[in-house]
């Protein structure tokens, strides 16, 4: 299931903050992601305290914390040779993204399940409001592309909706 779940979130590099409001996405929900989503974020805590010192609480405050944390990781990314593969980051993006989920879900409502756009299906949240998104995909590409990927500031928007 994890080179599943590896593949599905290749397709994810072509999403725009555009997509949260999609109309056309659908959502089924799914306790056997959101059991992943919770180990993965756990994964998030014990790796952040052990390679960054950082306290993750569980607070709406932590993600900024979060933010720094990616920020470090694509800065070695970009200094690596030879990068790390696809299959690498997303390791990564899916701790930090669960994290960020899970944080949302326990503070303002949701349900992890398989998001459905455009064909393609992959784990993500829906809100209380009906909005669909996916964090893994967001952390990824923090990772891979850079600052104009900011989790802080793509949390701000999901309170928002």
């Known amino acids: 299931m994890r080179v599943f779940l590896v593949t599905l979130f290749m397709s994810l590099l072509s999403l725009s903050e555009s997509a949260l409001a999609n109309p ?35 607070s709406d405050a932590s993600i900024a914390k979060v933010e720094e944390a990616l920020s ?25 993204g669960s994290y960020i989920g899970e944080v949302y879900r326990k503070n303002h409502g949701g349900t992890w399940g398989i998001v459905t756009m455009d064909g393609e299906r992959f784990p ?7 909005v669909n998104f996916w964090p893994w995909a967001r952390a990824r590409n923090r990772i891979m592309e850079g600052p104009e990927n900011n989790v802080a500031d793509y949390y701000r928007v999901l309170l928002e909706k």
Request: glycine share 4%; proline share 4%.
């Open 24 to 58: 056309k996405n659908t959502f089924s929900p799914d306790a056997n992601v959101q059991k992943m989503a919770e180990a993965y974020a756990q994964d998030c805590i014990d790796l952040s305290k052990k390679q960054f010192n950082m306290t993750l609480d569980g």
């Open 72 to 96: 470090l990781m694509h800065e070695s990314f970009l200094k690596m040779s030879p990068r790390p593969t696809e299959a690498q980051v997303m390791s990564f993006a899916k701790a930090f």
């Open 124 to 130: 993500g949240i829906q809100t209380k409001s009906g």
